[in-house]
């Protein structure tokens, strides 16, 4: 099996790091989950790629400004779980491609679960962009 190219809206699996588990020393992300790959920079010096990716959770934000709910069709279609998720704007973590916190999908032999749906990628970088103007972005490197 091969790796995915890092592409944007493409949802791979990722032991992603909280900014505050960050912030308390944690190197390992608790659990593996869907991220959305958001930037994918490749360095012409020495041909890596530096990706950031933008966190899915079941845990419904404090704040709708920091969020996306993904719909459940699409949620159907990349094949997870029936419950409402959101993508966190707010923050990221960043890496080498294809870094050693890439897991693949339990059950599935693969890394990565397909991507959003163009519009809905859209939406999510619209709204990361207005959280960043207001906010500013917390950006994890791994």
């Known amino acids: 099996m091969s790796l995915p190219e890092p592409e944007l ?3 791979i699996c990722y032991s992603y790091v909280w900014r505050h588990e960050a912030a308390a020393g944690r190197e390992e992300g608790a659990k593996d989950r869907p ?3 958001v930037t994918a ?3 012409a010096a020495n041909g890596e790629a530096i990706v950031t990716v933008m966190p899915i959770t079941h845990r419904e934000p404090d704040d709708a400004a920091k969020a996306v709910e993904i719909p459940l069709a699409t949620k159907k279609r990349l094949g997870l779980d029936d419950q ?9 973590n960043q890496f080498v491609w294809p870094g050693y916190d890439l897991r693949k999908i339990p059950g599935r032999n693969k890394y990565d679960y397909g991507f959003l749906p163009p519009n809905l990628f859209q939406s999510m970088l619209s709204k990361a962009r207005a959280w960043l103007k207001q906010h500013g972005l917390q950006v994890t490197t791994r």
Request: hydrophobic share 50%; net charge neutral.
């Open 9 to 11: 809206g493409l949802v």
């Open 84 to 92: 409402r998720s959101w993508i966190m704007v707010n923050e990221g």
């Open 35 to 37: 991220c959305v790959i």
């Open 41 to 43: 920079i490749e360095r």
